[in-house]
């Protein structure tokens, strides 16, 4: 035990420490704004033989994050976020083109208004568990979110970590989440290595993969492969009779260069291609691995993105008294 606290693998009380040293402070608050070039969208109703396609020169979306902590005990972290998330489409001639559900993004946003509650178990030694749950309303609820527990969506994470020396930590877990536009079930591997004072790589397999490099503490370059997904409720006036639900997910590589300008107070900019894996219509909520062919297929072609975003850390200050 004294060996393992002189390497900072466990605290003062002998309770694991899972956080490594040079990797970047969390974010508290974050504001992101995304803007993806032009593309083209086809679609196809199954129930019909109607094809239609357009252009998308519009497709912005604004997220905001606040993540805040509960409790903060040797044996025991609490944290809380919230967020929201909207994503607004345009597409090219609108007036002139026979399309409900194109229409009904032009007028809708996607939105998504979340509430995440964290926790981590540290036990004695260079060991831990830790566990987040979530739960958001999800759809094109601008007037109203009518049967509520068609936006209802739930998901959690369950991982159990070892702290393998100073600069490792690695673990296994159990997802259940939308990251693929559908219902899946999962297992995990969560892999965080910080090589030098420079270097990192961060792996959460099969949903992320990141290599950092970072000259100095207010500067770090992130190479991102991440795969990004939700489910949304969708109602079409012309379909009253039941909801329809989008599945949407993404596979993103990105370069992201963040900035800290004072303290706690950052900023970052990223370049990144998207390559669209899911944006089809199901008639209720599917398993990732469904039979049924989508009430409407929709064909996405890939494309560039920017993004950008503001946000704050704890002080370092902070840092050096809570070490959380």
């Known amino acids: ?35 993806v070039l032009d593309y083209r969208i086809q679609t196809a109703i199954n129930d019909s033989s109607q ?34 998330t909207t994503e607004n489409f345009r ?37 831990y568990m830790a566990g987040r749950f979530n739960v958001s309303l999800n759809g094109d609820f601008n007037d109203g979110f009518g049967k509520t527990t068609d936006y209802l969506r739930f998901s959690v994470a369950l991982l159990y970590g070892i702290r393998s020396n100073m600069f490792k930590v690695e673990g ?26 420079k270097h990192g790589v961060e792996l959460l397999l099969p949903v992320q993969a990141k290599y950092r490099y970072s000259p100095n503490d207010k500067n770090y370059f992130l190479f991102t492969m991440q795969l990004e997904g939700s489910n949304y409720n969708i109602n079409l006036p012309s379909f009253p ?11 993103s590589s990105m370069i992201t260069y963040e900035k800290e300008i004072h303290d706690f107070f ?5 370049i990144g291609y998207r390559k669209n894996l899911n944006f089809d219509l199901d008639r209720q909520i599917e398993f990732v691995n469904r039979s049924k062919e989508p009430f409407i297929d929709n064909t996405v072609n890939d494309a560039l993105f920017f993004r950008i975003s503001v946000f704050l850390v704890p002080p370092r200050s902070w840092m050096e008294k809570f070490g959380k």
């Open 266 to 270: 950052w900023v970052s900019g990223s």
């Open 1 to 35: 035990m004294d060996s393992l606290r002189g390497l900072g693998i466990c605290d003062e009380n002998g309770f694991c420490n899972p956080n490594l040293p040079g990797v970047p402070r969390s974010k508290g608050f974050e504001l992101t704004k995304q803007h």
């Open 241 to 251: 009779e039941s909801s329809l639900f989008l599945a949407k997910s993404d596979l």
């Open 172 to 197: 296994i877990g159990l997802a259940y989440n939308y990251n693929f536009g559908r219902l899946a079930i999962y297992p995990f591997y969560a892999y965080n290595r910080q090589f030098s004072n």
């Open 91 to 127: 597409f090219d001639d609108i007036e002139n083109i026979n399309n409900e559900f194109y229409e009904n993004l032009e007028n809708k946003s996607l939105r998504r208004l979340s509430s995440s509650i964290y926790g981590i178990r540290p036990f004695k030694g260079n060991r």
């Open 51 to 84: 094809t239609t396609s357009s252009e998308v020169n519009g497709d912005d979306r604004i997220s905001l994050k606040l993540k805040f902590p509960l409790l903060l005990k040797d044996n025991f972290q609490l944290g809380m976020g919230v967020s929201y």
